[in-house]
């Protein structure tokens, strides 16, 4: 939870400074998606297993895998015995688990898919096409991104 809570606020204060409605569209298209795929997952049956209960890491690596694409210059180190560059972070932190004995985990491979979609469709693709895929409901941008000028 340290990575979800940690880079949702370097998330809020940078990329999404202002755009309260996009930061909010940004978690449902992440939990919609999470919960669309584990169901698929589990009712294809392609991979062998219950259908996944908690989603929160799923959704802590999605996080983390679009700031660490939004922020690719940020220079990272691990105990101060390598550093690397921030769009490695989910593949470091995979490392690391893998090398501490814990088992390979469906929920870090899947918010890494997820946080991949969201960051082509909407960041990368708007660039080479001119239009943006995943726009946020302007019922949304209504409630949350409203100024008051009585402040």
């Known amino acids: 939870?340290?990575?979800l809570l940690r880079h949702s606020s370097l998330l809020e204060e940078t990329s999404f400074r202002g755009r309260t409605a996009d930061f909010l569209y940004l978690y449902l298209f992440?939990?919609?998606s999470?919960?669309?795929v584990d169901w698929l997952l589990w009712f294809v049956a392609i991979i062998p297993m219950p259908?996944?209960?908690?989603l929160g890491p799923s959704l802590s690596f999605m996080i983390v895998?679009?700031?660490s694409r939004r922020n690719?210059?940020?220079r990272m180190s691990f105990l101060a015995l390598?550093?690397?560059?921030?769009?490695?972070l989910p593949y470091v932190i995979i490392g690391i688990e893998l090398l501490m004995?814990?088992?390979?985990?469906?929920?870090n491979v899947l918010g890494i898919f997820i946080g991949h979609i969201y960051f082509f469709m909407e960041d990368v693709y708007p660039k080479y096409s001119g239009r943006r895929l995943l726009k946020t409901p302007s019922l949304l941008k209504a409630i949350l991104d409203q100024t008051s000028g009585n402040e």
Do not use: D, E, K, R
Not at 51 to 54: A, Q, R, T
Not at 83 to 88: E, I, M, R, S, V
Not at 101 to 107: I, M, N, Y
């Open 1 to 3: 939870m340290y990575f």
């Open 51 to 54: 259908p996944i209960i908690f």
């Open 30 to 32: 992440g939990v919609v």
């Open 82 to 88: 390598f550093t690397f560059n921030a769009p490695y």
């Open 72 to 74: 690719p210059h940020v």
């Open 34 to 36: 999470l919960l669309t």
């Open 101 to 107: 004995g814990q088992p390979w985990s469906v929920f």
């Open 65 to 67: 895998y679009v700031w």
